[in-house]
């Protein structure tokens, strides 16, 4: 399996210089404004390239930086990159890693002096960062799949109670059906308008146990 396994992150938002280690499953635990949204921005951006505004600079008089390491690129993963891809990413690995940074240089830069930098190893020539090879961008971008962000509940009760598209749990019960209706829309459609019917909030049939806990929910939270 491959994954981005570290990154560093320097001046960017609340981060000025840090460095977070990953696994395959890594959940980032904290309190509120500590900065863990950040992280996942920083990558965000380190793979897909934007024009970072004023107020993504921790110090606005420094650049901002972010390098992360890819381990396990091994001969299967370079398979199913396809044609296209896998003679940009191939001479960049180095024991199954590949190392990747992103620098933008004050607030008014442009798309294109925000190049991906991809570190290159010669054995005459040591290593050294290769600018913005031929293709990096849509190669690296290929190996990892759309990422999916959630933000954190704003209202409980709207997303317990209601399942609202803009909810949390809304936006989780989408990400996880979409895929399945887009395999098997006919028969999944049909089976998921009855559910439907048993789980809307609006909905005269709605399930009696789920009102019921609509009611005990809004009884607590009342409480507060």
Do not use: C
């Amino acid at each position: 399996m491959h994954l981005i396994s570290k990154v560093k992150i320097e001046n960017y938002k609340s981060i000025i210089n840090g460095e977070f280690q990953f696994a395959p499953f890594t959940p980032m635990v904290g309190y509120n404004n500590a900065g863990k949204t950040n992280i996942l921005k920083a990558l965000d951006w380190l793979v897909k390239k934007s024009v970072l505004p004023r107020s993504d600079f921790f110090d606005p008089g420094n650049r901002v930086v972010v390098s992360a390491e890819i381990t396990g690129v091994d001969e299967e993963v370079l398979a199913s990159l396809g044609d296209a891809h896998r003679p940009k990413i191939e001479p960049l690995v180095v024991n199954e890693k590949i190392q990747i940074r992103r620098i933008q240089v004050g607030q008014d830069a442009k798309l294109k002096d925000i190049p991906l930098q991809v570190l290159k190893t010669n054995e005459a020539e040591g290593s050294s960062w290769d600018v913005n090879p031929a293709g990096i961008d849509a190669a690296i971008s290929h190996l990892f799949p759309e990422p999916i962000f959630i933000g954190a509940m704003e209202n409980a009760t709207e997303d317990v109670a209601k399942f609202a598209a803009g909810t949390t749990i809304g936006k989780l019960i989408r990400e996880i059906i979409g895929p399945i209706s887009d395999t098997h829309s006919g028969p999944v459609t049909d089976a998921l308008a009855e559910i439907a019917s048993k789980l809307s909030a609006e909905s005269k049939e709605k399930d009696e146990n789920l009102v019921k806990l609509d009611m005990q929910i809004q009884s607590e939270l009342g409480k507060f």
